[in-house]
């Protein structure tokens, strides 16, 4: 039998903000669990769109026109391809996301994050 994937304990393998780490994938698309505290930089994918969970804390993406989504733990959202975001969190938070394998976590190769597989 297969063990399952226990994202709390993978989480607990690396410190650092911001640096997705792959935990599987899955029809040509990574699951990754990241941790994040502070803010990004305002980004857009412009070949998909981007998806976030959050497993712990507290998440809020900021979007064009002064709108701003609030995220808690258990609560997922997706922002739509192209549109510029900017996700923050006042605190410590964790994060499941799901996106095609090689995509740029900053929307952009020059700026990403290197692909981390645990």
């Given at each position: 039998m297969?063990?399952?994937?226990?994202?709390?304990?993978?989480?607990?393998?690396?410190e650092g903000h911001w640096q997705p780490r792959t935990v599987c994938e899955y029809n040509g698309h990574d699951v990754?669990?990241?941790?994040?505290?502070g803010e990004y930089r305002w980004h857009s994918h412009a070949e998909t769109d981007d998806f976030?969970?959050?497993?712990?804390?507290?998440?809020y993406i900021d979007l064009p026109e002064g709108r701003t989504v609030k995220l808690e733990a258990g609560q997922m959202f997706v922002v739509p391809r192209g549109v510029q975001h900017r996700p923050h969190a006042?605190?410590?938070?964790?994060?499941?996301?799901?996106?095609?394998?090689?995509?740029?976590?900053?929307?952009?190769p020059a700026t990403a994050a290197p692909r981390r597989v645990i």
């Open positions: 297969e063990p399952a994937i226990d994202l709390a304990a993978k989480l607990a393998t690396f990754m669990v990241v941790k994040v505290q976030f969970l959050v497993l712990k804390g507290l998440l006042p605190q410590e938070a964790h994060l499941l996301l799901i996106e095609p394998s090689g995509t740029p976590n900053s929307g952009d």
